[in-house]
């Protein structure tokens, strides 16, 4: 039987995250996307939840993230939002939400707060998004800078791939993350890069720092939750798994398979109200006559 449901925790906000990390406590985060998963994530004390365009592989079974839609994401991160009422909630502006123009990036952002009770937006950016940013901040949008390899350009890189490897590469990054904090941005997140260029992203940052396969410098680490309970066909060398989900989701349903097939259903909990059943000998259920 499953425990019965504990008083919610506090409300984790933003002022929460930035005490963890000025008294040196590393912070989680995880993917969710659905209500009865956040809500046992909430249960296990995972402080921040996102609700990443991961969910177009994840979910919905595509190759890449850029099929994530707008109304997909705005509702399951309304749903997530249920689950775990008061985790720390970031969703990601997917493919296309905020790109074209300034205008409709607000707009879509104040839907991720306003419908769906987000916390924070994730933007996939360079420097040359730093406009961008400072017009959220400017409206009261709480923006989460994610830099490094940003999935939403794989058409152009060619596949996934780690960034920063090179010096170039590596001041360009920086760079970025300089511009995009001084243009407002309340937290950064970077993917994929060498340790030590995250490490020198850390150093010179004033707001907390998200690594997802960054290294150990960064504040807090997060992963994409199947990876972590393995569920994935394919797991990233930075996001091993934990447990075997999967494995024990197959047993699960082949249990279910061979109860199925011996009839092994338990008792039946229904029955028809008394005096109502018309019964024939051997007990089968007579159609009462048409009137």
Not at 13 to 22: D, E, F, P, Q, Y
């Amino acid at each position: 039987m499953n425990a019965p449901a504990p008083t919610p925790p506090p409300r984790i906000t933003l002022r929460t995250i930035r005490k963890m990390v000025a008294q040196g406590q590393r912070f989680a985060c995880l993917t969710c996307y659905d209500a009865t998963t956040a809500r046992w994530l909430e249960r296990a004390g995972l402080p921040m939840l996102l609700v990443g365009d991961t969910l177009a592989e994840t979910v919905l079974g595509y190759d890449q993230t850029i099929y994530a839609t707008m109304d997909a994401m705005v509702l399951l991160t309304a749903a997530v939002r249920r689950g775990a009422p008061s985790a720390m909630l970031m969703a990601d502006m997917p493919f296309m939400s905020y790109q074209a123009e300034d205008a409709e990036a607000l707009r879509n952002a104040a839907r991720f707060m306003s419908e769906a009770g987000a916390d924070l937006v994730k933007l996939e950016v360079d420097r040359s998004f730093a406009p961008l940013v400072e017009k959220m901040a400017r409206a009261g949008v709480p923006v989460v800078a994610h830099i490094g390899s940003r999935p939403q350009q794989t058409k152009i890189a060619g596949g996934y791939r780690s960034v920063g490897r090179t010096r170039e590469e590596a001041m360009r990054l920086v760079a970025d993350a300089r511009a995009l904090e001084a243009a407002g941005a309340v937290m950064l997140l970077i993917e994929a890069t060498p340790a030590e260029v995250a490490e020198e992203i850390v150093r010179g940052a004033t707001v907390p720092v998200i690594g997802c396969g960054a290294g150990p410098a960064c504040h807090g680490q997060v992963i994409v939750l199947n990876d972590l309970l393995g569920l994935s066909d394919w797991q990233p060398r930075f996001a091993q798994p934990v447990a075997d989900f999967g494995g024990e989701l197959v047993k699960a349903v082949k249990k279910w398979i061979e109860k199925v097939d011996r009839n092994e259903l338990g008792e039946h909990p229904y029955t028809m109200e008394e005096g109502e059943a018309i019964r024939r000998p051997g007990g089968r259920i007579a159609t009462p006559a048409p009137q």
